[in-house]
Structure formats: structure tokens, C-alpha cells
């Protein structure tokens, strides 16, 4: 069966510091990747999609990117973090399309 | 750009009544709608989904309705319980992959 991984649970970090949130999936191959990020009390925010190696696309111009450097990863990273990067994050696999998105079980971040 | 609304965005009812969530969508080009429970802390997790073929779809307590033309989708729980108490979230996914998720409905069921 299949399965998602997303390290670590929660992470606090200082503003300016960098950040590397790694994703991978179990049991399938080519799988459509998402990072979402949640807000307290709010919606989610799709910030990237990838549906193939080193094919990543941005919906929200902000302070992080991603990248897909095998198969089955997909990583967040930011070169400095800011205090309004703080959030739940969430990486999310699909096989395809028309079916269900599979979520981790989510970063929560804070940024001091 | 893509947009999913869903209204309302908290709602309590008493235990045993039905509780109704509505979202609408921008994408004609959406096919395929899920709708999601997130409970406090955790993963969101799918509880049903819609495909845009199919009008309605139900499973227990729990259905989907869609009205393409209106591009309008709709969560109903029957007989609520205290454990159906969580977040709920629509979303709407077109050709592009991406899955536009709604702004969350917190359902509060009052024993």
C-alpha cells in the first residue's frame, strides 16, 4: 500500500533562518506531488504542484520554493524565514487525476 | 484565477440534526470535487467525493450533491453525532492537477 512521510512534526526557527521540509511517498511511482499551507483557523493555501521530477509549479510568489529531486521527494526550503511563514504544512501525493489527494501528516512551523 | 467559496464558515447543530455545507467554484473545466474532514491538529482525510458525471452520491449519513450548470456542490450529514464535530473543506480539481481547496466549515454537533 501506499503511504506519505513528512518530517518533522513541529519545528520552531528563528526568523532569517533557512528551512527544508522533506516529503516522500511509499508504493507508487510518478505521483503527483502539492505543498498546502494551513494558517491558524484558516483554509488551504496550495503553494506548489509537481507532476514529474524537477517539474515543480508556484501558485503563491512568496519567500519559499521546492523542488522534486527523485520520484517519490518533494522538499520545501526557504533561504530566510519570515515571521508570516508560520503555519501548518502539508505535503500531499495523488496518483492522478479525477481521484484523491493523499495528505502527510503535516509540519506545524513557527517562526520566533 | 481558480476559486472555490464554501460557506458557512462555522456551524453547530444539535445532535441529530442534518448539517449542510455549500461550496461554488470559478473552473467550468473542474471534474472532480472532494470534500475532506480535518480534525483538530491532524491530516485532513477524505470522507466522499463527487466526479462531475454523477449528480449525486451518498454513503450512510453522509452525501454529495452537484450542479454543474450552477457549479455548485454541497455536503449533507444526516443524523449528526458528536464525532463528526471537525473542520470540513470542498475542493475543486481541473485539467492543471490542482486540487483549489475551500476556506473550511467548522462544524460544531452540540450533545
Known amino acids: 500500500s501506499q503511504t506519505i512521510h513528512q518530517w518533522p512534526a513541529t519545528l520552531v526557527q528563528p526568523v532569517g533562518s533557512p528551512l527544508s521540509l522533506e516529503c516522500t511517498v511509499e508504493?507508487?511511482?510518478?505521483?503527483?506531488l502539492y505543498w498546502y499551507r494551513q494558517a491558524a483557523g484558516r483554509g488551504l493555501q496550495l503553494l506548489f504542484y509537481?507532476?514529474?521530477?524537477?517539474?515543480i509549479s508556484s501558485e503563491v510568489p512568496q519567500n519559499l520554493s521546492a523542488s522534486r529531486p527523485q520520484d517519490r521527494q518533494f522538499i520545501l526550503s526557504s533561504k530566510k524565514l519570515l515571521l508570516s511563514d508560520s503555519g501548518f504544512y502539508l505535503c500531499?501525493?495523488?496518483?492522478?487525476?479525477?481521484?484523491?489527494?493523499?495528505f502527510g501528516q503535516g509540519t506545524r512551523l513557527t517562526v520566533v | 484565477g481558480e476559486n472555490v467559496e464554501q460557506h458557512p464558515s462555522t456551524l453547530s447543530v444539535q445532535e441529530g440534526d442534518s448539517a449542510v455545507i455549500k461550496c461554488t467554484y470559478s473552473?467550468?473545466?473542474?471534474?472532480?470535487f472532494p470534500w475532506y474532514k480535518q480534525e483538530l491538529g491532524k491530516r485532513p482525510q477524505l470522507i466522499i467525493d463527487?466526479?462531475?458525471?454523477?449528480g449525486e452520491k451518498k454513503d450512510q449519513r453522509i452525501a454529495v450533491t452537484l450542479n454543474k450548470t450552477a457549479k455548485h456542490f454541497s455536503l449533507h450529514i444526516t443524523e449528526t453525532q458528536p464525532e463528526d464535530s471537525a473542520v470540513y473543506f470542498c475542493?475543486?480539481?481541473?485539467?492543471?492537477?490542482?486540487?483549489?481547496f475551500g476556506t473550511g466549515t467548522r462544524l460544531k454537533v452540540l450533545a
Open positions: 473552473d467550468s473545466a473542474s471534474n472532480y
Open positions: 508504493g507508487t511511482s510518478n505521483p503527483n
Open positions: 500531499a501525493w495523488s496518483p492522478g487525476f479525477n481521484t484523491e489527494a493523499f
Open positions: 475542493a475543486a480539481q481541473a485539467g492543471t492537477y490542482k486540487y483549489i
Open positions: 509537481s507532476v514529474g521530477i524537477g517539474q
Open positions: 463527487i466526479r462531475s458525471n454523477v
